[in-house]
């Protein structure tokens, strides 16, 4: 008797509130206007709230948290004009060495700017909505509300439902080596709006800091881990979730 696999199982919890009939009301194949979504005051500060909550240090400007939020109003209507005008070019991720565990090795860890950070944020607020309706349901990777141990979850009750066999297997450093182009063709397919997409390149080709030199990325998201490619900044906060359609 042929089983029944839950490889489209849904979390126990309810789905999270789809902003997708706001920022496409005509549930049309392609958004064709979202940056002023992601400038608007109000997602500018929610953005700014889960930065904060997040914690962290500052970047290569050295401005700290708390130097941030003393200025809040500022800082925050300083980076919606200059998303609303264009001018936003964000800095280069701060490369610092954390220890690798189990190894003596050292990877590096790339921290960005608070501003930086806040504007990331505020771009993934209004991609999720978009792009999450799409995404397969037994897909747990970097996508709100779904975590390792909804995964785990999953695993444990295929052999329950009668399956035999799990497969663990992995891309080889997938965040280290994406290509820039196919990846924004992939994004293309529901974003139409040539700010939005400018944007997510200015956030990938940033580049990293290292010793007060600067060093380009051409390839990779800057945001991972990426030990076997130097050259890729890490932990560029947010940057995961907009490969999400080249999964």
């Known amino acids: 008797m042929a089983q029944t ?8 919890y309810p789905p999270p509130r789809r902003l997708v009939e706001w920022v496409n009301p005509t ?10 979504k992601v400038y608007h005051p109000t997602n500018l500060w929610l953005a700014w709230t889960a930065v904060r909550n997040n914690a962290g240090s500052g970047g290569v400007d050295r401005v700290s948290m708390a130097d941030f939020e003393r200025d809040l109003e500022e800082n925050l209507a300083a980076l919606h004009q200059a998303l609303r005008d264009g001018t936003y070019q964000p800095l280069p991720v701060r490369r610092v060495y954390i220890p690798k565990p189990g190894t003596t090795k050292q990877r590096p860890l790339g921290i960005p700017a608070i501003r930086d950070r806040v504007a990331q944020q ?22 709100r509300h779904r975590s390792t141990t909804d995964a785990l979850a999953k695993i444990w009750r295929e052999p329950q439902a ?45 580049g990293y800091q290292e010793q007060g030199q600067w060093y ?6 800057p945001s991972v881990r990426s030990i076997e490619h130097p050259k890729t900044p890490q932990n560029y906060i947010k940057v995961p979730q907009v490969c999400n359609p080249a999964l």
Request: proline fraction near 5%.
């Open 5 to 12: 696999s839950s490889l489209s199982e849904r979390p126990l």
């Open 162 to 206: 009668g399956a035999e066999w799990v497969v663990n297997a992995g891309l080889s450093d997938f965040f280290g080596t994406v290509d820039h182009e196919k990846l924004l063709m992939l994004v293309n397919r529901r974003i139409a709006d040539g700010r939005v997409l400018g944007l997510i390149r200015q956030m990938l080709a940033a």
């Open 122 to 143: 505020a771009l993934l607020q209004r991609l999720e909505p978009v792009f999450e309706p799409d995404w397969d349901d037994a897909s747990f990777g970097y996508r």
């Open 27 to 36: 549930e049309a194949p392609k958004v064709h206007s979202l940056i002023d």
């Open 216 to 221: 380009p990325t051409d390839r990779g998201a």
